[in-house]
C-alpha cells in the first residue's frame, strides 16, 4: 500500500479517538503535498491544483464534471439546491445524513419538503420509495428528487445494494425525477465491495464524495454530476460563501489521499471487523452487519450508553453516543491493531450500568 507505512499504536499518555474517521491529521507526507501545492484563485477558476482534483474526481465517478467545495453538507446541499424548486418533494431514507445532521438546510436553503422513509437497516428499496412518492395532484409537493446514502452511516456503515441502486436508478429517471448519492464514505463501498467508483456512481445524477471522513484528508468534498448541474452548483457555492481562493493547498491534500490513502481503507475495515467480532460483554451488541469502517454498539440498560462512553474514556478511548442506546466507533488512521485490541479490552470491561 504506498504511502502507508504499518500504524505505530497511540501513545498510552494519549486517547484512542474512534468517534469518527473525521478525527485524523494529516500525515507528513500529506502535508508535504501542500506544501508543494501549486495554487492560483479558485474564485477565479484558475487553481491549478483545484482545477486537477475535480478532473480527476470527474473522471473517477464518470460524471462530466465536478466541484470543489469545504464540507460534505455544502455539496449535498448544493446538489439539493441545483436539482430542485422550492416547494419540491425531495424523497430520502429516515436515517439519511441530509436530513438528520444538516441543520434543517433543505428547508432553509431549498424550501424543498422531505419525505423520510424509516427502513429496517437503511437500505430503501424502490417498492419503498414508490410509496412514498406523491401523485401527480394539486394538493401536493411535486417530487423531483430521490437521495440515497452509501455507505449508510446511521445504518452502520452499510454498502446499499448495486442491484438495488440500479433498479432504483431506472425507476426513478423513467418518472422524470432525479437521483443523487451522499457518498461521503462510497470509498469505503468500492473498497469493500471491488465495485469500480463509476459502476457504483452510474446510477446517479449526481454524487457528493469527502475526503475528510477515512480518507485523512483536513477538508473538503467534491460534487460530481453533469455540467448544467455543476454550473447551477457553482453560482449557488458563491452565494453561500463556499468559494476559496488558494484553496490548492487543500485540494492537493485530497489528490495525495486518493493516491495513498484509498487502499489502506482495508485496514479500517479489518479493524471494525474484529471489533465486532472481539465484543464479548452480555449488555453489548452489534446488531448490524460490519460491511465498513462502522461499528454501531447496541448497550443495554437504562442510561447505559453514558455510563460506557464515561467507561471508555477512563480507559482512555473516545467513542459517540448515536442516540438512546446507541454507541458508535470508527477505527480510523490514526489507530493500530495493538489500539483496536486495547479498544477492546476497554468494552469487554465496562462493567454495565447497573441496572
Ligand atoms: C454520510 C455523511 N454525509 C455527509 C456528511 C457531512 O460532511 P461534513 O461534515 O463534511 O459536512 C457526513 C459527515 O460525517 C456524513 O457522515
Known sequence: MPGSAPRSDVPIDMPIDMRSDTVTKPTPGMIKAMMAAEVGDDVLGDDPTVIRLQDVVAARLGKEAALYVPSGTMSNQLALKA????????VLEDGAHIYRYEGGAPGVLSGVQ???VPTAAGLLTWPDIAAALNPDNVHCAPP????????????GGRILPQEEIVRIGQAVHARGLRLHLDGARLWHAHIASGLDLADLSAPFDSVSVCFSKGLGAPVGSVLAADRDTIARAYRFRKMLGGGMRQA???AAACLYALEHQLQRLREDHRHAAVLATGLDHPDLAVNHPVDTNIVIVDVAGDGGDESLLAHLAGQGVLALGFGPGRVR????LEQSRGDVDRVLAALNTWPGSGN
Do not use: S, Y
Open 114 to 116: 422531505l419525505t423520510c
Open 144 to 155: 423531483a428528487l430521490v437521495c440515497l446514502e452509501n455507505t449508510h452511516n446511521r445504518a
Open 329 to 332: 466507533l470508527i477505527p480510523n
Open 248 to 250: 490548492g493547498i487543500l
Open 83 to 90: 436539482q430542485t424548486q422550492p416547494g419540491d418533494q425531495v
